[in-house]
């Protein structure tokens, strides 16, 4: 197997580091409303709006959340209450990581500087990036940048904040549709895809698949 020797890693932070819970709350704030198929199928509305909402200029987090959860309640036929925004968003920063995150990330630490790169706002990330236990040496959020990923402003921003390139980067996310298809536009030409079940593999977009956090030591030699 290649080595791959990057002079950063770089990773998504929610889906890929920390679990990404924003259905199973959305299936308790909508218990009341929706069951079944209909309750499953407001869920993956909501995440196809979340994807669409990010996609234009930049705005706080919580309107990206409250924007996604009203088309989504309009599709379904049932009302949003300003609760229901609120809840979702005080949720995120209770998200633990993976359970296959803090000790391989420890490990690559020792060797690597870390950076994150999320659709985060800058009092919201630092909830998380405690929990993962492991030193950072950049987190870049999309508040910084003015702009979400999959935008490739984004990864720019990051780029400038460490004075890099795409060639010096080894990416990781769970995420082809956020992070790996722009990742690939840009010439980031090393990219672990973490095989977490939600995004199926995509060969095209020249990734290395490992099934969790576990096998990224493995790829860069440790």
């Not at 920063?93 to 391989?104: F, L």
């Amino acid at each position: 197997m290649t080595v791959l020797r990057p002079k950063f890693i770089t990773f998504d932070c929610y889906g890929t580091l920390i679990n990404f819970e924003m259905a199973p709350v959305a299936r308790t704030v909508y218990a009341d409303r929706l069951a079944g198929e209909a309750l499953e199928q407001f869920c993956r509305d909501f995440s196809a709006y979340r994807l669409d909402a990010v996609l234009g200029a930049w705005r706080p987090y919580r309107d990206v959340v409250v924007e996604a959860l009203q088309r989504a309640c309009k599709k379904a036929g049932v009302p949003y209450r300003d609760a229901d925004g609120a809840a979702l968003y005080a949720a995120i920063p209770t998200w633990n990581p993976h359970p296959d995150v803090v000790e391989p990330l420890k490990r690559v630490a020792a060797e690597f500087p870390l950076v994150i790169l999320s659709n985060s706002m800058v009092d919201l990330i630092p909830h998380s990036v405690e929990k993962l236990q492991a030193p950072f040496h950049t987190v870049c959020t999309a508040e910084e940048a003015q702009a979400y990923k999959p935008r490739m402003r984004a990864f720019e921003f990051m780029f400038d904040t460490l004075g890099c390139g795409p060639a010096d980067v080894l990416h990781c996310s769970s995420s082809f549709r956020y992070d790996l298809m722009t990742a690939y536009d840009m010439g980031i030409t090393m990219k672990a895809f973490v095989n977490r079940g939600h995004e199926p593999l995509n060969s095209y977009y020249q990734v290395h698949d490992i099934p969790n956090i576990g096998g990224l030591p493995g790829l860069v030699g440790l």
